[in-house]
């Protein structure tokens, strides 16, 4: 146990301690973009992972967010911090609004019926002009100049999220979370409301993408629906940083955000100007390759399958059973 | 009226190319229960081998199906041997792990073609490009009205093959129940490949046939895999016949979403019509005539 806890206090400590040692804005930002990614792979994990509802739209959430901070500014005028309370309160009532449909769906269905309205729902911020200005997108002042005071309200922010998550999963309901995820119809007969339980699940999920989203629209200063809502650079990045990390564990996400972001913003600089340039337009083909990979051969992520990682590297012959199912 | 009826030729010329992509994603989601989100990239493949015939070799596209269909039926096939197969045998905790997978293609192809291509706009550009007749007042874009025709035979031939062939019927067996079939003696393994490099096969096929009309770029395959999936859900997940009656469905509500409520939001028609199908109709038109 103790191990346990060294092995967690360390990473955070160094963390803490990074942008103090490094003065480079350039590898602020990096880690900043990562911690914003421990928070959203961390809540997707949470409703897909441990509730086995795979969500294909979680930019729903993270557009919300991002937009609810933006529009204070604009339509309300007021701090975008203010954006910071009312955004996951927002991505929540949103959440439920989907719920409410989405919840009827299941397997498929329920995927594809999230990934449409994350399209429809960035189709609505491009057209509805009057309010979201549409293709313009929302640009706003950043209070601070420096980076350090974003770093640590992120890194905050990731570690309440994960910290909240594994929580709620030691709790009541994260038993209630995985009992729907293995068996839905064993769960119900147990007494176990499923679409309640998803509800929370999809709801405490979206509170945390959705202040993610507001975090965003207050550091980056600049928000477009193309951006925050998007498809690919959202939703599809959320699943993939969740399942190279693992689902179905509390620091797979979060190992998998590092990796992503690292492994995209090493490709996109070229490896740091070492390579030429071409090979910058790899970064998503790598990410491709990736995640085939993974899947076929770790297919419970990076941390789900350690063990079997490492028993395939030290060659051992032990058939011991590869550890799967929730932490 | 006239502008409406212009309006529904226009909806159902497209709307037969969209039968053809919802046909191959259907019968992928009857035999293997997946959804393969890396349908629109099949076709974008197809597409970029029409463009390369065309430039360097100056081959009709309409020749080129003879090209691209059969090499997406043997990358399909591969797709489903190499990698989506092995994954029924691993214990792992998601069970949507195949159309994880199949995203991950999706990625990879269309990385694969911007590296060679770029990310540049390419089209075909044939003397019949801009060419229309006209019926009656209505015009008829010419491109348009042969890929329909060969959309048209294509489907024909497909149902041909489905119903008056053994390995037809061991597909449709396979797609009924996957376990029935195994002791009837199918070899379900080997119908799985043929369903997804046939579905590879009939993307690819209409790909090809839109060139002509359509612009290409690398990224053009992630709205038609959208299309392909509200096609097969209007027409009930696993239908064929439900496939074409949703393809034209989709084909019309599009061409009237453009005209009369606006461009942009021709696309939210399509997202909004299929919410509507999944709430209140899961089991797709598939439900209203059991077929």
Not at chain 1, 5 to 23: E, G
Not at chain 2, 100 to 111: I, K, N, P, R
């Amino acid at each position: 146990m103790k191990s346990i806890r060294w092995s967690i206090l360390i990473p955070i400590l160094l963390l803490a301690v990074f942008p103090l040692a490094i003065p480079s804005d350039y590898y602020r930002h990096i880690i900043i973009m990562a911690l914003m990614w421990v928070v959203i792979g961390s809540s997707w994990n949470l409703i897909a992972g441990y509730t086995g509802q795979v969500s294909f739209g979680h930019a729903i959430f993270f557009g919300t967010g991002a937009y609810t901070a933006g529009l204070c500014v604009t339509q309300l005028e007021i701090s975008a911090w203010w954006g910071m309370l009312l955004a996951g309160p927002m991505a929540m009532i949103v959440a439920f609004l989907i719920g409410c449909i989405c919840f009827r769906l299941r397997g498929p269905y329920f995927n594809l019926a999230t990934l449409a309205i994350g399209e429809i729902f960035r189709l609505v911020a491009i057209v509805w002009k009057d309010v979201t200005e549409g293709m313009q997108g929302i640009l706003i002042m950043q209070t601070f100049r420096s980076k350090v005071p974003y770093y640590f309200l992120a890194l905050a922010l990731a570690g309440l999220c994960v910290f909240a998550i594994y929580r709620i999963v030691r709790s009541k309901w994260g038993f209630y979370f995985v009992a729907i995820r293995e068996d839905q119809d064993a769960a119900e007969s147990m007494g176990v409301s499923s679409f309640r339980y998803k509800s929370i699940s999809l709801m405490v999920s979206a509170f945390f993408t959705g202040l993610a989203g507001a975090f965003y629209m207050n550091y980056m200063g600049f928000i477009d629906p193309e951006v925050v809502f998007s498809l690919y650079f959202i939703s599809i990045m959320a699943i993939l940083v969740g399942i190279i990390g693992g689902v179905g564990t509390i620091w797979g996400p979060a190992i998998g955000a590092f990796i992503m972001v690292l492994l995209q913003e090493t490709f996109r600089s070229s490896f740091f100007g070492v390579f030429p340039k071409w090979i910058s337009e790899a970064h998503v083909l790598v990410f491709g390759l990736l995640v085939i990979f993974v899947i076929r051969f770790m297919a419970n992520g990076i941390v789900g399958d350690w063990a079997k990682a490492k028993r395939f590297f030290s060659r051992s012959a032990t058939l011991a059973p590869a550890k799967t199912g929730a932490e | 009226m006239e502008v409406l009826i212009q309006t529904l030729v226009a909806g159902i010329l497209i709307g037969g190319i969209y039968a053809l992509i919802g046909l191959g994603m259907t019968l992928i989601m009857g035999v293997m229960r997946i959804i393969n989100l890396a349908h629109g990239q099949l076709m974008m493949v197809a597409m970029y081998i029409t463009y390369t015939l065309f430039d360097f070799f100056h081959v009709d596209p309409y020749f080129s199906l003879l090209v691209t269909m059969p090499a997406l039926f043997f990358l399909g096939a591969m797709i489903q041997k190499y990698l989506l197969n092995p994954l029924l045998k691993v214990e792992s905790i998601l069970p949507q792990n195949q159309v994880l997978m199949t995203v991950g293609v999706a990625m990879v192809l269309t990385e694969v073609m911007r590296f060679i291509f770029h990310s540049n706009y390419k089209s075909v550009k044939t003397s019949y490009s801009s060419a229309a007749f006209y019926l009656g007042g209505i015009s008829f874009n010419l491109p348009m009205f042969i890929a329909f025709c060969i959309a048209v035979s294509l489907t024909v031939g497909l149902f041909f093959f489905l119903l008056q062939t053994d390995t037809g019927r061991s597909v449709r067996a396979t797609a009924q129940n996957k376990d029935a079939a195994l002791l009837m003696g199918i070899n379900a393994e080997w119908i799985t490949y043929l369903t997804f490099g046939i579905g590879a096969a009939l993307a690819a096929g209409a790909g090809t046939l839109l060139l002509p009309i359509f612009y290409l770029f690398p990224d053009v395959g992630g709205p038609f895999t959208l299309k392909a999936f509200v096609i097969t859900v209007l027409g009930g997940m696993g239908s064929t016949v439900g496939a074409i009656v949703g393809g034209v469905v989709l084909g019309v509500a599009e061409s009237l979403g453009a005209t009369y409520i606006s461009m942009a939001l021709k696309d939210a028609v399509a997202m909004v019509i299929f919410l509507l199908v999944l709430i209140f109709m899961p089991g797709g038109l598939k439900t209203l005539t059991k077929v």
